[in-house]
């Protein structure tokens, strides 16, 4: 698996991302092709120079329209083009929900319906190639896991369709929101902006997460250069890598700091009400009804509440950007008048999914990596259920063919 590691310490920006994967090696037809797949051959221009910032080298790409009369798209409009076109299914799972976010971000801020948003309001024909080309170069370099670091996001104003705005831009701060992704401080740079609505929109859809990168080693470094004229370099770093190998001398008796080198860090939202209101049935349905919103996870703790009433404690762990979405949830379905939410960071070992091949059938595994290094499998309880029912086992007997399947595989070359 090839991890990616997106180093911003001046902001993100589509065309500098580009620009990093163009230093890189990416070669032109791979961002081309699914351009013209969605009719923009010869709608645009790529201007590519090998520039210096500070000092530094690095690659600087500007994308020039070609259009007589550039249309005006409307959100709609593209996403059925971009869902018609005939683009590999993987490199459309990538650029719809890229332009999606964006247009979510832009209607929040502007106060329309999403699919009423204007094409210029996600950066026209540069926002087309920036975000077709990075999601393309992506997939020409088989990166499956990308770490971003926090970026500046500015401080001033800039002048936009929309007049003069205030910096952070409106759609990089509801990007932010949306996302629960955390901004660097701009403190000491120059007024201006530093990261772009469609840079952000990019990493907050590809990225797995944003913070500090594991333990690895760099393979590659592309480099991407930014327009504007800082007091230091300008610049955005790409980084392929491999996963540093685990380190065998380790004590099974981990300490918090050598539990940090392997567990990621994630910002999950906590949202809980107390009730005492509730039918037992009442209640089991609201939890049913919040997972399938998306909630990680939904318990419920008993307690005593005011005047000796027994009640139950409900709590809800949630990626930060589904808050309102399972806030209608708790008003549409629940009893109770008010929802506490707060953020809590998380540690979470890496972990993958996978089929694995039984003689009774396919059955999904979840694995996970713990300090020492060691991998452990943990098969769908869902799976082993429906091969119980299927073949007319116990289930017991389901647990004991799918762990010699596995013991098997694990003993092949």
């Keep these: ?13 589509g065309n500098m991302l580009l620009a990093a994967l163009f230093d890189l090696g990416l070669p032109q037809a791979a961002i081309d092709a699914p351009l013209a797949a969605l009719g923009l051959a010869g709608a645009y221009a790529i201007d590519l120079e090998e520039r210096r910032s500070a000092g530094l080298r690095g690659l600087h790409l500007a ?39 964006l247009a979510e971000a832009e209607a929040q801020v502007h106060g329309q319906p999403a699919e009423r948003v204007h094409f210029h309001e996600v950066g026209a024909i540069d926002a087309l190639v920036d975000v077709v080309g990075v999601c393309a170069g992506l997939a020409h370099f088989g990166i499956h896991q990308l770490v971003c670091a926090s970026p500046p996001a500015g401080h001033g104003t800039v002048q936009t369709a929309h007049g003069l705005l205030p910096l952070p831009a409106p759609a990089v701060l509801e990007l932010a929101r949306l996302r629960g992704i955390p901004l660097a401080s701009s ?26 990168a594991p333990a690895l080693v760099p393979q590659a470094v592309g480099i991407g250069l930014g327009s504007r004229q800082l007091d230091r370099p300008n610049l955005l770093r790409l980084m392929l890598a491999a996963e540093a190998p685990p380190t065998p001398s380790r004590s099974p008796n981990l300490a ?44 419920s703790q008993p307690l005593l509440m005011k005047k000796g009433r027994p009640g139950v404690l409900l709590t809800v762990l949630a990626r930060p950007e589904q808050a309102e ?34 003689p009774l059938g396919p059955v999904r595994l979840k694995q996970v990596e713990v ?21 007319g086992l116990p289930l017991a007997q389901v647990r004991q063919i799918v762990a010699a399947a596995l013991a098997q595989e694990e003993l092949q070359p």
């Design 1 to 13: 698996m090839t991890l990616a590691l997106v180093d911003c310490p001046t902001g993100l920006a």
């Design 63 to 101: 994308v020039r329209g070609l259009e007589a009369e550039p249309p005006h798209r409307h959100w709609a409009e593209l996403e059925t083009t971009i869902g018609a076109a005939a683009l590999e299914p993987q490199l459309k799972q990538r650029v719809l929900p890229v332009f999606g976010l």
């Design 187 to 212: 403190a000491g740079f120059p007024a201006g902006e530093l990261t772009t609505p469609t840079g952000l929109a990019l990493m907050a859809v590809l990225a797995e997460r944003f913070g500090p």
């Design 256 to 299: 918090p700091t050598a539990l940090a080198e392997t567990a990621l860090p994630e910002i999950l939202l906590e949202q809980q009400a107390q009730i005492d209101d509730a039918t037992p049935e009442d209640l089991a349905f609201l939890a049913d009804e919040l997972r399938r919103a998306g909630a990680l996870e939904v318990f």
């Design 325 to 358: 979405g399972l806030r209608r949830i708790w008003w549409r379905q629940g009893t109770s008048l008010g929802v506490r939410e707060q953020l809590q960071q998380r540690w979470a070992l890496p972990r993958s999914s996978r089929e694995l091949a039984t």
């Design 371 to 391: 300090p020492e290094g060691e991998r452990r499998s943990k098969p769908e309880f869902e799976d082993l259920a429906d091969l119980a029912r299927r073949h």
